[in-house]
């Protein structure tokens, strides 16, 4: 606990900086690049490393088993320096993440849809949670901006959205892609090429995919957008500093009950002080909390930016349950970008269904022959002995898996908290999660996993199972810090500032309302951009 009038360490003080941004991730990167320009002094702070593209997994043959290992999506396992324990005991979903320049992006599997306009509406629209402050029509431009900084392949027309035009031309369909169209035609349900941030052209200097292998622990190739090659070389040309390796311990504030910087450890392990006019907090749905709880003082003894109680809570993790059945042809397997298509046919509420709001459906290609060994070994479809590579035959490359992407509400019991034993290699409490799946999203998987089924079925597939208990989240942090009017109810504004810190911003995750049933990253993006925005606005008038 430390605000800076009771600092009584001595330790080395660095220079003063305009604008201080904690984390580099897809929303430290959009909203750094968002404020270049303004002459204003930027600085990144990043507890992780720079990731060589020659160090991805998708260079060797062990591609599949270093993703339980040094690219496994789960910190705990992971367990490199430069991450922090989550405890996440109390969860059925574990927390998945990366900690490095570039953040979640290094592994995220570059699924880009946009939230549709009524994720922004669900009080209006269906009597639960809460509307946003802003909307779709508020994020348009940012999301067109956000888009051309990372490069989005897909097709123009979705009636499921509002028209916008992707960057590239879509991801081919391949043999997985033709087999659920097909199957889809025959039920008549919605369906669309998937709008996906991977050069499928040459692009802004990135090289095109060649289908070299699984996109999500890392893409050699350069054509998977993750942010380290996207925004930060352009955001470090425009004169932004990033130093690595220096974790964020916590966040001072002075008696006016502004914030004055932060303490962090550097390469070295040494505490330093770095003072700062603006801190931006873009650690993620569970980084940031973590440190906003872990910057209590003798004036926030709750936890910083904290006045609501809300810091922390309402946590959404986006449950995903998963459906799989086999074909008799060979599909794409691992070969090719992970996700090609969606359908919206469940997305919008009907209360027929017996709960509201909705799902995505997302159909993949496939996984790698480990994974498909070490799954049937599980399900028994693989017996060892005679009979093992006849078995694993009818297996490899012809699974069809198709996703369900279910929105999750908030609910005030789902939180992030410090975890009063397990700490960080510097010291610092790890985040712990209480987090329960509820009623009217579990009937929501049910539904989606029946609906997954059908497809599987029309589309030819035999020996068709789910996977309810979703082991790891899909690294979507969401709500634990979120935007609003009212500061009772909400811990940022409308534009990302702290109500109770007037000169402290979140971008990331946290501020989200709603979950959507989408992956996050473009909406994250977009709110980042539009916060630097109206930072940008009102620079003049930024404290009175
Ligand atoms: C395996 C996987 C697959 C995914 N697939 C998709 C997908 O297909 N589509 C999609 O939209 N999303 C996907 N995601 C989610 C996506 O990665 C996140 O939505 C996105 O990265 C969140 O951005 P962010 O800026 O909020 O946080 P992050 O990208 O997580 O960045 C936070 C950064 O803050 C740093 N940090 C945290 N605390 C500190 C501290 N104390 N001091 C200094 N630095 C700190 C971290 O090291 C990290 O680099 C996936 C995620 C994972 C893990
Ligand atoms: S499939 Fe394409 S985007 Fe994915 S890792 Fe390979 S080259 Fe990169």
């Known amino acids: 606990m430390a605000a800076a009038e009771d600092l009584a360490v001595p330790r080395p003080v660095d220079e003063i900086v ?106 209006t629209l269906d009597g639960v949670a809460e509307d946003w402050p802003i909307d779709y029509w508020t994020l348009e431009p940012y999301f067109t901006e956000n888009d051309r900084m990372m490069g989005v392949a897909g097709l123009a027309g979705d009636p499921a959205y509002p028209a916008h035009e992707p960057t590239m031309p879509p991801v081919p369909l391949g043999r997985s892609g033709t087999c659920y169209a097909r199957a889809l035609n025959k039920l008549g349900w919605h369906w669309w090429p998937s709008e996906i941030s991977i050069a499928t052209s040459e692009y802004d200097g990135r090289a095109k995919c060649i289908n070299l292998g699984h996109c999500t622990p890392g893409c050699a190739q350069g054509a998977k957008a993750s942010v380290d090659i996207t925004y930060w070389p352009r955001v470090l040309r425009a004169g932004v500093e990033l130093r690595t ?31 700062a006019e603006i801190v931006i907090l873009a ?32 946590l959404m993790l986006h449950p995903w349950p998963q459906v ?43 996984t790698g022959p480990v994974n498909e060994a070490i799954t049937n070994l599980g399900t028994g479809r693989l017996p060892w002995g005679r009979g093992h590579h006849r078995a694993y035959r009818t297996l490899m490359y012809r ?37 329960t799946i509820s009623e009217n999203t579990r009937a929501m998987m049910e539904h989606g996993i029946a609906r997954a089924t059908e497809i599987l079925e029309a589309a030819g597939a035999k020996n068709t199972f789910a996977s309810r208990i979703v082991l790891n989240s899909p690294g979507h942090l969401l709500g634990t810090a979120r935007m609003g009017i009212d500061p009772a109810t909400s811990v940022v504004n409308e534009w990302g500032r702290s109500h109770d810190v007037k000169n402290l911003f979140i971008v990331d995750g946290s501020i989200w309302v709603t979950s959507g049933g989408v992956n996050p990253t473009s909406t994250i993006q977009a709110l980042a951009l539009y916060v630097a925005d109206s930072i940008k606005q009102r620079l003049a008038t930024l404290f009175d």
């Open 18 to 123: 305009d604008v201080l941004i904690i984390g580099s991730g897809a929303s430290g990167a959009a909203v750094a690049w968002g404020l270049v320009g303004t002459r204003l002094k930027i600085l990144c702070l990043e507890q992780g490393d720079w990731i060589k593209p020659a160090d991805f997994p998708a260079n060797g043959r062990d591609w599949e088993a270093r993703r339980y290992a040094d690219f496994d999506i789960s910190p705990n396992r992971r367990a490199r320096d430069t991450d922090y324990p989550v405890n996440d005991d109390n969860s059925p979903m574990k927390v998945a993440n990366f900690n490095g320049v570039g953040g979640g992006t290094i592994l995220f599997t570059a699924h880009f849809p946009r939230m549709h306009p009524s994720d922004f509406r669900v009080r």
């Open 245 to 275: 390796r220096c974790r964020v311990r916590e966040i001072t504030t002075n008696k006016h009950d502004m914030a004055t910087g932060v303490i962090y450890y550097d390469p070295t392990g040494t505490e330093r002080f770095q003072p």
């Open 399 to 435: 699974r069809l898996l198709v996703g369900v992407a279910c929105e999750d509400l908030p609910e005030e019991h789902n939180r992030v908290m410090l975890d009063p034993v397990l700490k960080d290699s510097h010291g610092i409490p790890a985040a712990m999660i209480d987090y």
């Open 283 to 314: 650690a993620n749905g569970i980084g940031t909390p973590r440190l906003l709880l872990n910057s209590a003082s003798s004036r926030f003894p709750n936890g910083l930016a904290n006045s609501s109680g809300l810091v922390g809570r309402n």
């Open 324 to 366: 799989s059945g086999y074909v008799a042809e060979e599909l794409d397997g691992d070969r090719g970008p992970q996700t090609v298509m969606w359908s919206k046919e469940f997305y919008e509420t009907d209360a027929s269904r017996g709960f509201v709001r909705g799902y995505t459906l997302q159909f993949g290609r496939g």
